[in-house]
């Protein structure tokens, strides 16, 4: 488990730990958002949660994931937050097919790279995002479009998470998985 780490009073000095990546994938409505804040509590400062939906939907303003102007910035950002020594959660629908390579780039500035993928049915990502606050920013249509289901990237064994696991739960069980 990483120790938490704070800034030292007063100071604006950086704290240095050892890069760690968290990696969360899965369809949207699984849970991810929600896991990534917990981890980001859990580990403190300095940890940087990057989300794909914020650089997709905000930065660029790409409704279609598949254009993906949005990914090369979010790479340089995960790997510049690792390069200086901080702890970065992934947040993202991810799909195998198209960011693998780019996955595997930022995990390779990591000193420990954790791969946790939601394996949900569409009707239970459904099911969640009803009862997020955003839901009404997209509808099932759209999640039908981005769902593609079990998808594991070629290069690791990513943790399998089903719909069991409540969010605390999935969050201890990233922290005592061990890296690469």
Not at 111 to 120: G, I, T, V
Not at 137 to 165: A, C, D, K
Request: hydrophobic share 40%; glycine share 6%; charged share 25%.
């Amino acid at each position: 488990m990483v120790r938490k780490q704070s800034l030292p009073a007063g100071r604006n000095t950086p704290c240095r730990v050892a890069p760690v990546l968290v990696v969360l994938r899965g369809n949207s409505g699984s849970g991810k958002s929600t896991v990534a804040r917990l981890l980001q509590q859990e580990l403190g400062w300095p940890t940087a949660v990057l989300e794909q939906d914020y650089f997709c939907r905000v930065v660029f303003d790409e409704a279609d994931q598949r254009r993906l102007a949005h990914a090369d910035l979010l790479e340089v950002a995960a790997v510049h937050c690792l390069d200086q020594g901080h702890r970065v959660v992934l947040d993202g629908i991810f799909n195998a097919r198209l960011y693998a390579g780019m996955l595997q780039r930022i995990a390779e500035h990591a000193d420990d790279a954790r791969f946790s993928a939601f394996d949900l049915t569409f009707e239970e990502t459904v099911r969640r995002h009803a009862m997020r606050p955003k839901a009404s920013t997209f509808g099932v249509e759209e999640m039908r479009s981005w769902f593609h289901g079990w998808q594991p990237l070629p290069f690791v064994n990513e943790h399998r998470i089903g719909p069991e696991l409540d969010p605390e739960a999935i969050v201890n069980r990233i922290l005592a998985a061990s890296g690469r």
